[in-house]
């Protein structure tokens, strides 16, 4: 998994031609760090795809984080053309939830 920074962000996931999933996370939230592993197998499987997987540190880019409406973590979101076309945010980040979504756009 692409790992973003506020600096790369436009470029790999607004820019991007492609379909990108981004996993918003950050150091002080527990439930974002069990689900990683499980996320980062999920890279793992779908990585043939169509889509480009990243995950973005909201620590290190707050105001990012606030302009993409990133409002409670974990936020596991789909981008197309530098649109967000789904988004999974807290109680709804299972790895079931987040397979589904990944699914409909591979």
Not at 23 to 32: A, I, K, L, V
Not at 67 to 74: E, H, I, S, Y
Not at 85 to 98: H, Y
Request: glycine fraction near 4%.
């Amino acid at each position: 998994m692409l790992e973003l920074t506020k600096d790369t962000f436009e470029e790999e996931v607004l820019k991007a031609d492609s379909y990108v999933f981004v996993d918003f996370w950050s150091q002080g939230c527990e439930p974002c760090k069990a689900l990683m592993p499980d996320v980062h197998k999920l890279a793992d499987k779908y990585a043939d795809g169509k889509i480009k997987f990243c995950t973005m540190d909201t620590t290190k880019a707050r105001r990012l984080a606030i302009k993409q409406k990133v409002l409670g973590l974990p936020t596991m979101t789909i981008y197309k053309d530098g649109e967000k076309v789904e988004e999974l945010t807290k109680d709804d980040c299972t790895l079931p939830n987040i397979e589904e979504m990944i699914k409909k756009y591979y």
